[in-house]
């Protein structure tokens, strides 16, 4: 066994033949497609192979390497350590067969697509601003795919290494079109790429849908979706879903939004189009700097206070959806342990 090291997706890597994954311990085995990786050539053929970022960073889809050799996409990849590499233990995410081989991992059904993954090509076909640095890019896929409100998918863009996550902010409808909202973050590449190179005709690879946090249809009850900064996109897609979903005709639907500043303030104008405003759909936003005098006349303070503040006990029979930065996934989270929300009513896919 070795362990084969190649830096980017490689221009001639599609063309690659594909692979034989097997599975230690069972009769269970995957084709892996040239320029593939082992994680979502997994989820294309229907194997709930443990996940949450796809990027490189949360560790989620670690396997051991049984038998044959993989490339390693990132070797710097945050979620990689030197203990996995001693183990020989890789990211999914990130490794390439370089021929037939044998790994060990542990599916677990809640990790299982709700549509297989696509690899396509989309065209930029429009583009407008949310905020002073949110702007929502509309793109038309090559082939019609599937997703869930709340999903998201990879984009491949010109001149960045390795795929960036952006959740859609749309329902599906007929599969061609996909929207997201992102934020240009200083300093960051993809954001940047995204930003700067990316104007309509532009095309780029895509590939999803993907995700956990997708729209429980069948729950029984009142949804709040609650989302900080770069987290708006999946929520309003999870608000644009539930509202026309008929299962959720009777339930109730609560949008709040954290915001540094007043010009952070975004998605109220979105949902005000939507059916069922201001009678079951309800936006508030609060802002976490404190505001000039007359500049906000909304709530200060943190997000996840809010819904605390809002809610309180009735949270535990919310069911609930967020995404936002880090750190206020992380306040949101402790609030809902501390107010004992049944686990199995949160959801959320981590943003890195
Ligand atoms: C599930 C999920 C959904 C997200 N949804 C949204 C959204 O809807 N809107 C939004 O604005 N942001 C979203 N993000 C954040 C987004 O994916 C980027 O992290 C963010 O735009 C910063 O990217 P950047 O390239 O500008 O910054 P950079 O600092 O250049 O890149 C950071 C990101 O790129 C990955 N990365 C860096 N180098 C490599 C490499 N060589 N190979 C592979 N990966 C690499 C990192 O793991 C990290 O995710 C989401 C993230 C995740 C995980
Ligand atoms: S899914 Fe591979 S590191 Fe997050």
């Not at 930029?124 to 795919?145: G, K, N, S, Y």
């Not at 998201?152 to 599969?175: C, F, I, W």
């Not at 897609?237 to 959720?248: D, K, N, Q, Y």
């Not at 200060?300 to 930065?325: K, N, Q, T």
């Amino acid at each position: 066994m070795r362990l084969v090291q190649e830096h980017g997706e490689g221009a001639t890597a599609a063309d690659a033949p594909s692979h034989t994954v097997r599975i230690a311990g069972g009769e269970q085995r995957f084709s892996c497609a040239g320029g593939d990786v082992l994680l979502r050539a997994a989820h294309r053929a229907g194997l709930a192979f443990p996940y949450e970022c796809n990027v490189g960073s949360c560790g989620n889809c670690k396997f051991e390497l049984v038998e044959g050799e993989v490339a390693m996409l990132w070797p710097e990849a945050p979620g990689w350590t030197d203990k996995d590499r001693q183990r020989r233990r890789y990211l999914a995410c990130q490794s390439r067969p370089v021929g037939d081989c044998t790994i060990k991992v542990r599916f677990d059904a809640r990790y299982a697509s709700q549509h297989r993954p696509l690899r396509t090509q989309a065209v930029l076909a429009a583009r407008r601003p949310v905020t002073h640095d949110i702007e929502e890019f509309q793109f038309v896929l090559d082939e019609a795919q599937a997703f869930e409100p709340g999903q998201y998918a990879l984009l491949q863009l010109p001149g960045v290494e390795g795929p960036r996550a952006y959740s859609m902010s749309n329902t599906a409808g007929d599969g061609r079109v996909w929207e997201f909202q992102v934020r240009r973050v200083p300093g960051g590449r993809g954001s940047a790429a995204l930003f700067d190179q990316v104007a309509p005709g532009t095309r780029v690879g895509i590939d999803g849908p993907y995700g956990m946090a997708w729209l429980r249809r069948d729950a029984p009850r009142d949804i709040l979706c609650i989302a900080g900064g770069s987290g708006l996109a999946p929520m309003v897609s999870i608000v644009r879903g539930a509202s026309t979903e008929p299962a959720l005709a009777q339930r109730r639907i609560h949008f709040l939004y954290g915001a540094r500043t007043p010009a952070d303030v975004a998605g109220k104008d979105l949902l005000q189009a939507l059916p069922g405003w201001g009678t079951r759909i309800h936006y508030e936003a609060a802002v976490s700097t404190p505001p000039a005098a007359g500049e906000w006349t909304g709530p200060v303070g943190f997000v996840h206070d809010l819904a605390g503040e809002r809610f309180g006990e009735r949270l535990a029979d919310m069911e609930i959806y967020f995404a936002g930065p880090p750190a206020m996934a992380a306040a949101v989270q402790q609030m809902l342990l501390a107010r004992k929300v049944p686990l199995g009513q949160v959801h959320f896919d981590q943003f890195y």
